[in-house]
């Protein structure tokens, strides 16, 4: 499809989005762990419960590196136009029904008396992967204001358990990001782990604040039921309680483990997105506007295409309303060595990590360490590095 749009000093550009039939495969993606468990229940054969892992972790990577950057990037002037094409907004919601798919196919395969331990590791690895993406679906919708993609949202974060996002990041993250005040924004020499520890209860303990205030002002008490998150958490429960009322109360441990690595795959997203940037600081204590070069960006066409432009991450948070197919990237940005999975691999290894982002974190801030979200508890170690490096370079020069 052709978008058309007239610009400023009145000649008419036209913009062909050359991936509009491929997007298909962010619906199709988060299918790949529900289809290996009607392999399983069909043939008996285990061996399915690896193919999710394989293909997110592996191909996807592989592709990433093959393939290439998305070199589509929609002119500022059809941004409007692209926006308002439903075809991108009923993909979203074809989505929804896909990660339940998976999850509640899994969590069926999960419980069958001679499912094999290993392949019961298999399925909830697999299911919390494509339940912590359908996160990224609710991510999408969270950002628009109607009442329909709301409750489209909360029904994606419902998966995982993950009711509070939509409020936390909306009104939380988008506001405190790439400062040192954001539980969501990983700090310069902090590990994974350690961010962890600190993201997942912080983000939640912050969503729960703001719906509390927020009913509060309307005179209401947090266990109302207009309570936005209460609703997503209630959504949970009903399918949960059915899981477990039909296969026991060992799938209670199905049910927790698979939320805990929905929950631990956006966390590592959050990582990777904004490690170690950091808005400037003004004299009267407020931060400097949000832009796109706070975020880490990943123009790789694969990963892309598996999660609605999620990795176009720049242009999102300096313009959280625009719609994932009309976000852009440009060359300037900073940029993460590899797509999400490749990332989150690298990720997983602290070392390997800092031993790659580090140099890019001190080159985006121009070797200025006041000038990035540093880790407090490392903060006396990376001055004295950083400060024998830049005095080994002095005397090389």
């Given at each position: 499809?052709?978008?058309?749009a007239?610009?400023?000093s009145?000649d008419?550009?036209?913009?062909?989005?050359?991936?509009r039939g491929?997007?298909?495969?962010?619906?199709?993606s988060?299918?790949?762990p529900?289809?290996?468990?009607?392999?399983?229940?069909?043939?008996?054969e285990?061996w399915?419960t690896?193919?999710?892992?394989?293909?997110?972790?592996?191909?996807f990577?592989?592709?990433d590196?093959?393939?290439?950057?998305?070199?589509?990037?929609?002119?500022?002037?059809?941004?409007?136009?692209?926006?308002?094409?439903p075809y991108?907004?009923?993909?979203?919601?074809?989505?929804?029904?896909?990660f339940?798919?998976?999850?509640?196919?899994?969590?069926?395969?999960?419980?069958?008396?001679?499912?094999?331990?290993?392949a019961?590791?298999?399925?909830?690895?697999?299911?919390?992967?494509?339940?912590?993406?359908?996160?990224t679906?609710?991510?999408?919708?969270?950002?628009?204001?109607?009442?329909?993609?709301?409750?489209?949202?909360?029904?994606?974060?419902?998966?995982?358990g993950?009711g509070?996002?939509?409020?936390?990041?909306?009104?939380?993250?988008?506001?405190?990001?790439?400062?040192?005040?954001?539980?969501?924004?990983?700090?310069?020499g902090e590990?994974?782990?350690?961010f962890?520890?600190?993201?997942?209860?912080?983000?939640?303990?912050?969503?729960?604040?703001m719906?509390?205030?927020?009913l509060a002002?309307?005179?209401?008490?947090?266990?109302h039921?207009?309570?936005?998150?209460?609703?997503?958490?209630a959504?949970t429960?009903v399918?949960?309680?059915?899981l477990?009322?039909?296969?026991g109360?060992?799938?209670?441990?199905?049910?927790?483990?698979?939320?805990?690595?929905?929950?631990f795959?956006?966390?590592?997203?959050n990582?990777?997105?904004?490690?170690?940037?950091?808005?400037?600081q003004?004299?009267?204590?407020?931060?400097?506007p949000?832009?796109?070069?706070?975020s880490?960006n990943t123009?790789?066409?694969?990963?892309?295409?598996?999660?609605?432009?999620?990795q176009?991450?720049?242009?999102?948070?300096a313009?959280?309303?625009?719609p994932?197919q009309?976000?852009?990237?440009f060359?300037?940005?900073?940029?993460?060595?590899?797509?999400?999975?490749g990332?989150?691999?690298?990720?997983?290894?602290?070392?390997?990590?800092?031993?790659v982002?580090?140099?890019?974190?001190?080159?985006?801030?121009?070797?200025?360490?006041?000038?990035?979200?540093l880790?407090p508890?490392?903060?006396?170690e990376?001055?004295?590095?950083?400060s024998?490096?830049?005095?080994?370079?002095?005397t090389?020069?």
């Amino acid at each position: 499809m052709i978008f058309t749009a007239t610009t400023k000093s009145g000649d008419r550009i036209e913009y062909r989005d050359k991936k509009r039939g491929l997007w298909i495969l962010s619906v199709l993606s988060p299918s790949l762990p529900g289809l290996a468990a009607l392999a399983l229940l069909m043939t008996g054969e285990a061996w399915w419960t690896a193919v999710p892992i394989i293909m997110y972790y592996g191909v996807f990577v592989i592709g990433d590196h093959l393939v290439g950057v998305d070199p589509n990037n929609p002119p500022e002037d059809v941004v409007e136009a692209m926006a308002s094409d439903p075809y991108y907004r009923v993909l979203l919601f074809l989505s929804v029904p896909v990660f339940w798919f998976s999850f509640l196919t899994c969590a069926i395969a999960a419980g069958q008396p001679d499912t094999p331990w290993w392949a019961w590791i298999g399925l909830v690895v697999a299911a919390g992967t494509s339940s912590g993406t359908a996160i990224t679906v609710g991510h999408e919708l969270g950002h628009k204001p109607n009442r329909l993609d709301q409750w489209g949202a909360k029904l994606a974060n419902a998966v995982s358990g993950y009711g509070h996002f939509c409020i936390e990041h909306n009104r939380g993250h988008h506001v405190h990001v790439a400062t040192p005040e954001d539980p969501a924004s990983a700090r310069l020499g902090e590990s994974l782990w350690r961010f962890a520890c600190r993201e997942i209860p912080g983000t939640a303990l912050r969503g729960w604040r703001m719906e509390r205030a927020r009913l509060a002002r309307k005179g209401l008490g947090f266990w109302h039921w207009r309570n936005d998150i209460l609703q997503g958490y209630a959504i949970t429960l009903v399918a949960d309680l059915a899981l477990i009322a039909a296969f026991g109360w060992p799938m209670l441990v199905f049910v927790l483990v698979h939320n805990l690595i929905g929950w631990f795959h956006l966390t590592t997203a959050n990582y990777v997105e904004h490690y170690g940037l950091k808005r400037d600081q003004k004299p009267d204590g407020r931060y400097e506007p949000c832009e796109p070069r706070h975020s880490w960006n990943t123009n790789h066409i694969i990963s892309n295409l598996m999660l609605f432009h999620l990795q176009r991450h720049s242009d999102h948070h300096a313009n959280p309303l625009r719609p994932y197919q009309a976000l852009r990237s440009f060359d300037e940005l900073p940029t993460l060595p590899s797509g999400y999975p490749g990332s989150f691999l690298l990720a997983a290894f602290p070392s390997l990590w800092f031993r790659v982002m580090d140099p890019k974190v001190m080159a985006w801030a121009g070797g200025d360490l006041t000038r990035t979200n540093l880790d407090p508890a490392r903060a006396a170690e990376y001055r004295a590095r950083w400060s024998a490096r830049r005095a080994d370079q002095a005397t090389l020069a």
